[in-house]
């Protein structure tokens, strides 16, 4: 864990939005806060992923204020951060070729939403090779529908976690990571 | 979906064992069976994905029965079968040459298991900027454990559907295709 980076995907006001409806873990902002200062006070990389849109009526273009870091998440002058067009932060973008040069390979993931752009870039970061632990309190998704069921983001979250815990991912807590080293 | 080509993902013997515990939706291989002989009839093209292991003691390593295709989703001659080994299809693998090579921009995805190798390879499909449009009953998954409750497998299969449907692909039916076109 001393070597890993911190990934810190899509902590940006776009989620903030009323229209995503109901979400989970609350928390999740004070959580990235938390690890994030703990990363910066250890001196040990801390790497930012944003999502971008290249339609303007999209919340995450960056003309939009749904673009903008979060206060929580908001990056350091130094820090890298990656401009994704899709929900991996691998594709399209320079992260993977960062990561090897800077010999990284161990990445610490914490981010929204746990569903869509978490998973998809932890997904594909092991695939890669990359050794991956995710922060299971420090990400957060929203309910959704399916066939007129409504799925609620708890249930998502921790469904979602059971099927990348152990196959792409180790999971850890917020506390564990703060107490350990 | 007329110029889809058919994507069977890891429709191998392996997924037999019992260790992998209850599973959901016993009907996917014959509905995976179904398609293949629609497809075929239409002169479609048939693309297979196969896990393979370098680990000999992976139910998945190619001297094993496991690493052999259930007679469901047996190739033909002629077929191409894209040898992976890790849980996306277009990693370490020429999947995606391929489909550039042959001008295949839509992909119609069956196989197992729906929140690993299925979930991982339309995520990735779509990130790069393929049409994917997901089998919803010719896919199938394990009951996972996480924190020592156990999520069955219809629950993750749904939840993960739910998760994936308009973000990364539309969902179909069997039935639908069979009778579409």
Redesign the interface.
Known sequence: MQDAALLVIDVQKAFDDPAWGPRNNPNAEANIASLLEYWRSKQRPVIHVHHSAEVLASRFHPSRVGHDAKAEGQPLAGEPIFKKL???AF?GTQLEQHLRDQQIENLLVVGLTT??CV??SV??A???GFQVSLVSDATATFD???DG?E?TAA??Q??????L?D??CQ?ITTAAILTSD
Chains 1, 2 share one sequence.
């Not at 921790?158 to 099927?163: D, E, F, I, K, N």
């Open positions: 899709v929900n991996s594709i569903d869509h998973s998809t997904r594909m092991a695939n890669l959704r529908m399916l069921i799925y249930q998502i921790t469904v979602h976690l059971a099927s815990n196959e792409f999971l």
